[in-house]
Antibody, heavy 121, light 107 residues
C-alpha cells in the first residue's frame, strides 16, 4: 500500500524558517517525481513545487520561488521542503503528492494527509 | 501562468441526477487536464487524467471530455458518496495550476 506521511508543520513566526518532510513507503521512491501542494483551510489547491526522480528537474510556484527549496533523499525514501522568509499567506495545509512518472508530469496519483503550517506575527 | 476557470463554484443536485462541471484554460493545454475529488478533511483523489481517462478503480459514472481550452467533467448519476469538492488541474506547463473548485451537495 502506498503511504505518504508528512511531518514538520506547526506554528512559526513571520520571517522564520521551517522544513517539512514526507516519508514514503509502498513504492520505489527513486522511480518517481514528487510534489508539494498546499491548501489554505477552506480554500483551493495550489501547487508549490515538484522534483524529478534524480533531482535534475525542479519547479516552483510563483508565490514561493526564491524562498522555498525542494529536495529529496532517495536513500531515505524522503521528500523535503525548506521554507524560508515565511509569510502569513504561507499558512496552509501542505500535502506531499506522488507523480505517476519519474519526471514532472503533474499527474498526482497518490497524496499524503498533509501537515499544517501556521505563520503568525 | 495558465489560469483555470471552473464553474459553477457550487451546485446542489438530487441523487441520480446528472452533474456537469466545466473548466476553461486561459490558453491551449491540449489534453493535459486532471480532475480530482476532495472529500471534507481528506486529501484529493485523482479521478480523471489526460482529460478523459478514468483512473484505475474509479467508478464509471465519472467521466471527462474536452481538449484545448474547454473541458467538461460529468457524474452521470449522482450518489450520496459523491459529496465533495472537485478540482480541475492543468499539467501542460509549469507552474501547474488548479481551478477554483466546485462544491457538490445533495439537494
Amino acid at each position: 500500500e502506498v503511504q505518504l506521511v508528512e511531518s514538520g508543520g506547526g506554528l512559526v513566526q513571520f520571517g522564520r524558517s521551517l522544513t517539512l518532510s514526507c516519508a514514503v513507503s509502498g513504492f520505489t521512491f527513486e522511480d518517481y517525481a514528487m510534489h508539494w501542494v498546499r491548501q489554505v483551510p477552506g480554500k483551493g489547491l495550489e501547487w508549490v513545487s515538484g522534483i524529478s526522480w534524480n533531482s535534475y528537474i525542479i519547479g516552483y510556484g510563483d508565490s514561493v520561488k526564491g524562498r522555498f527549496t525542494i529536495s529529496r533523499d532517495n536513500a531515505k525514501n524522503s521528500l523535503y521542503l525548506q521554507m524560508n522568509s515565511l509569510r502569513a499567506e504561507d499558512t496552509a495545509l501542505y500535502f506531499c503528492a506522488k507523480d505517476f512518472r519519474d519526471i514532472l508530469t503533474g499527474r498526482f496519483d497518490n497524496w499524503g494527509q498533509g501537515t499544517l503550517v501556521t505563520v503568525s506575527s | 501562468d495558465i489560469q483555470m476557470t471552473q464553474s459553477p463554484s457550487s451546485l446542489s443536485a438530487s441523487v441520480g441526477d446528472r452533474v456537469t462541471i466545466t473548466c476553461q484554460a486561459s490558453q491551449d493545454i491540449r489534453k493535459y487536464l486532471n480532475w480530482y475529488q476532495q472529500k471534507p478533511g481528506k486529501a484529493p483523489k485523482l479521478l480523471i487524467y489526460d482529460a478523459s481517462n478514468l483512473e484505475t478503480g474509479v467508478p464509471s459514472r465519472f467521466s471527462g471530455s474536452g481538449s484545448g481550452t474547454d473541458f467538461i467533467f460529468t457524474i452521470s448519476s449522482l450518489q450520496p458518496e459523491d459529496i465533495a469538492t472537485y478540482y480541475c488541474q492543468q499539467y501542460d506547463n509549469l507552474p501547474l495550476t488548479f481551478g477554483g473548485g466546485t462544491k457538490v451537495e445533495i439537494k
